[in-house]
């Protein structure tokens, strides 16, 4: 199994409400990652689990909030957002470098697609 | 700023022809990736070339590294309509940051 899924593909919220997005891989893979991305803009990475431990948080907002149960599983919880928090939201995993400290190819979802009204 | 730069910004081409995108970034890197994106889909990884490497081939997909002028090609030849997306390159910086770095994308329209 290669492939990392994501669910739900598309998520309408208001404001006020909580939701959560789900990812999946059974590759085998130690290190996870959650990207934002805008239109026609590049992924921006939001938070990265190493061995099912947060080891980056890139200043994002609490109103996100990541949680990795195990190896295989990333959630991401969302609670009060804005509308300028619509955007594709996209997970990635990748097993460890050949070098030791190097990032190797990761393998992404196909993305929820966030809108919040 | 952003570590990886790309131009052009947005390339249309005819079915048939080459693309070629650049890649150019500011510090030292362990490997360089570049990604495919259709549009609103999940990123598609398309060829890793490390520090230490000069060119690779994959299919149609030829990467070159010039790490003393720090920059990367992508060339994609005998172009198709399905080759239509946006292209990605991503650094891996030295020092283990345990992230990608991505570059702005190269938007590739193929014409049939």
């Known amino acids: 199994d290669t492939e990392v899924t994501q669910t739900p593909k598309h998520l309408v919220m208001g404001m006020t409400n909580k939701k959560s997005l789900k990812c999946e891989q059974h590759?085998?893979?130690?290190?996870m990652y959650w990207y934002k991305q805008k239109a026609k803009k590049p992924p921006e990475l939001m938070f990265v689990y190493s061995y099912e431990k947060l080891s980056i948080n890139e200043s994002v907002p609490s109103r996100f909030s990541p949680e990795c149960p195990n190896s295989s599983l990333l959630n991401l919880h969302l609670h009060a957002l804005q509308p300028e928090d619509s955007a594709l939201y996209l997970c990635?995993?990748?097993?460890?470098?050949?070098?030791?400290?190097?990032?190797?190819?990761?393998?992404f979802g196909p993305g929820t697609r966030l809108t919040v009204l | 700023s952003q570590q990886g730069e790309e131009d052009p910004q947005a390339l249309s081409i005819q079915e048939g022809e080459n693309a070629t995108m650049n890649c150019s970034y500011k510090?030292?890197?362990?490997?360089l990736q570049w990604y495919r994106q259709n549009s609103g889909r999940g990123l598609v990884h398309l060829i890793l070339i490390r520090s230490n490497e000069r060119e690779k081939h994959s299919g149609r997909l030829r990467v070159t590294l010039d790490t003393s002028k720090k920059s990367s090609s992508l060339l994609i030849t005998a172009s198709r309509a399905a080759d239509t997306a946006s292209y990605f390159c991503a650094t891996d910086l030295k020092g283990n940051t345990g992230k990608l770095i991505f570059g702005q994308g190269t938007t590739l329209q193929v014409k049939p």
């Open positions: 990635a995993s990748s097993p460890p470098g050949l070098a030791t400290g190097s990032t190797d190819t990761q393998y």
């Open positions: 590759m085998g893979h130690r290190a």
């Open positions: 510090t030292s890197i362990n490997n």
